[in-house]
């Protein structure tokens, strides 16, 4: 029994409606002629064939006339015969019998028709087929009903993407199925990034770690696990194809993740896959065809720009992309994942042309904040389904020269009640509300300007881009004025208060970690670099340009009789660091109180 058969009740094999003498004048004249072809593929695509020999036929047409190439029996076999597929056509005789008995190029469209119409028939019996399983099985009403709408939208979807000579009024919507849609009822996959059958774009630096990332949410997906705190489903069947990362790469990653050779679910992984430019037709047809083979829900392409063949900054690459891959893909609601670099200026997304983001449904940009920290935030969206943020945590353990076992993993980022509970974007580092946030936590005056609070947050190793500090500091300073604080690195007097998830306290001494370190910790001191000096506050009612007066209350240095800092004076000194007989200059050259 071939893969195509279909069972009866009674338990005997029957073979599904097809037209084998109107695929084979079709597959004959397509590679004649390239007027025939592109008329044949408005009406029919490659899963419309029932034998899988005019199928490879197909696709190597498809790809030769795509790229400009002539296309010849003679040239269809060599490309056959590269790709070690000749078995599959009789060894190639297949091929000449079929180019030797064509038809009109202008008869072609009228066997297309035909083969889609026994094509339409094919899937309406392998539903029906499917219908009688579920019933066997035991499937309720509930169930019964959702595989008859989803099949009915899928073919509606094929319909109105060019498949069958009614697909322009097809179009068309009907008021009455439109309206009782609950189209807000749409499960999103684990993580919370995408819907089933959705396309989106992962886009980030080198430094963030896109394809760990990916690998580590497709591996979870496909077993059954959930991530980023999400709910585990049923797992999904994930098509990977890698042309960026080396094999030992990507090993060590899933060995790192928990992964194992009887544990990557349904997940199949492709390692620099030889398939020809997913933006000509030969390239979708080498997709598809993996797809078919894998049964694949979701494929992944890592990185986009390995699989293009025309420039980047060409808007006509990602139109072709779209028409020649995802398009196929988007109408047999098959997700997709394209991870892509950061053009030149970050704040612009993606590089390249814009036209890339014109066909997804979701852009996801993902940064890396220092320490573990990433930033994950969703720039485009069609669908508005879902977060729009997330705070993430890299967690990775070391064993030795390789990463430990099942201790590498990404996390939702945990924040106290003052990191901004009630405030969902304060918990988000980048944003405007997390720098307000930090900066209250560090006990910064309200009108602290710029400057102060840009070197703040590179202190505690905050993100925050210039013009985000400036709003910042405008929220900051409409509040009602609070006392100044002293900004010295020894200004909280209880012990260890953290900073920032992951970094090290504020009390802590700034060169206790490695010199040069900037998360955690921060960058080590310039050698004969002098702390930040106090600064006593500002006396007010003298009148402008009146000298300040020391203020009696003071502790005074028993050695310069300057006053002590507070934090020198509080814990009973009564010299300033430079002038202590022990480690200053006293009792001949008293350090200037600055040095302190």
């Known amino acids: 029994m071939t893969p195509q058969d279909a069972v009866d009740e009674d338990g005997l094999t029957r073979t599904p409606p097809h037209d084998i003498e109107a695929e084979e004048f079709v597959v004959g004249v397509v590679m004649h002629s390239k007027q025939a072809y592109d008329e044949c593929s ?59 008995e064509t038809i009109a190029p202008l008869m072609a469209a009228s066997f297309a028709e035909r083969i889609a119409a026994t094509a339409r028939q094919r899937r309406y019996d392998a539903h029906s087929t499917a219908l009688k399983a579920a019933i066997d099985r035991g499937a309720d009403g509930e169930e019964l009903a959702a595989m008859v709408a989803e099949f009915q939208q899928g073919e509606a979807l094929r319909e109105n993407t060019g498949r069958g000579p009614a697909h322009l009024v097809a179009s068309l919507l009907n008021w009455d199925q439109f309206f009782t849609t609950d189209f807000g009822a749409i499960q999103l996959l684990p993580g919370k990034l995408m819907g089933p059958g959705q396309q989106i774009t992962l886009v980030g630096d080198g430094k963030a770690g896109k394809s760990l990332f990916c690998q580590e949410w497709m591996w979870r997906m496909a077993t059954g696990q959930s991530f980023l705190g999400d ?51 030969g390239g979708g047809a080498d997709v598809l065809a993996m797809v078919k083979a894998t049964g694949a829900e979701l494929v992944v392409i890592d990185t986009i720009s390995r699989f293009i063949s025309a420039p980047e900054n060409d808007a006509d690459t990602w139109l072709n992309l779209y028409r020649h891959t995802l398009l196929p893909l988007k109408r047999d ?25 014109q066909d997804v449904d979701h852009v996801w940009e993902l940064s890396a904040q220092g320490g573990g920290t990433l930033s994950l935030k969703r720039t485009h969206t069609r669908t508005g389904i879902g977060p ?31 990191t901004g509970a009630d405030n969902g974007l304060a918990a988000i580092p ?19 300007g710029n400057r102060v609070v840009r070197e703040k947050l590179a202190e505690l190793g905050v993100p925050g881009g210039n013009s985000k500090i ?11 004025e609070t006392p100044g604080f002293d900004v010295s690195p020894e200004r909280f007097p209880d012990p260890f208060p953290t900073t920032f998830p992951g970094n090290v306290s504020r009390n802590a001494p700034w060169n206790e970690e490695t010199a040069g370190q900037t998360f955690p910790g921060n960058v080590g001191e310039t050698p004969g670099t002098p702390p930040v000096p106090h600064v006593p506050p500002t006396k007010w009612g003298n009148g402008e340009g009146t000298q300040d007066q020391a203020d009696t209350q003071e502790a005074l240095c028993t050695v310069c009789t300057t006053p002590l800092p507070s934090f020198r004076a509080d814990r009973g000194y009564d010299t300033h660091v430079g002038c202590d007989p022990a480690t200053g200059s006293h009792p001949d050259h008293p350090a200037h109180p600055e040095a302190s």
């Open 430 to 448: 980048g944003t405007v509300e997390h720098i307000v946030a930090t900066l209250d936590r560090a006990r910064i005056p309200n009108g602290a």
């Open 333 to 357: 609601r098959i997700a997709s994942v394209r991870l892509d670099h950061f053009g030149k200026d970050k704040e612009r997304g993606g590089r390249g042309s814009s036209a890339k983001t």
């Open 388 to 418: 729009d943020q997330f705070a993430i945590v890299r967690q990775a353990r070391r064993d030795g020269d390789h990463w430990a076992l099942g201790g590498t993993r990404h996390v939702l980022m945990a924040y106290d009640e003052e």
């Open 231 to 281: 709910d585990p489903q049923a797992p999904v069947r994930i098509l990977y194809l890698d042309a960026e990362n080396g094999q030992e790469q990507v090993q060590e990653r899933f060995l790192s993740f928990g992964a194992g050779p009887r544990h990557m679910g349904q997940l199949r992984y492709a390692s620099f896959p030889p398939v020809r430019p997913l933006d000509t037709a």
């Open 42 to 100: 408005l009406l029919i695509g490659r899963d419309d064939f029932y034998r899988l020999a005019h199928q490879l036929i197909w696709d190597t047409a498809a790809g030769l006339h795509a790229t400009g190439q002539p296309c010849h029996p003679a040239l269809i076999r060599a490309e056959i015969e590269k790709q070690g597929q000749l078995h599959r056509v009789e060894g190639g005789n297949l091929i000449y019998r079929l180019g030797g």
């Open 470 to 480: 400036a709003e910042a500091v405008r929220r900051r300073k409409a509040r009602s």
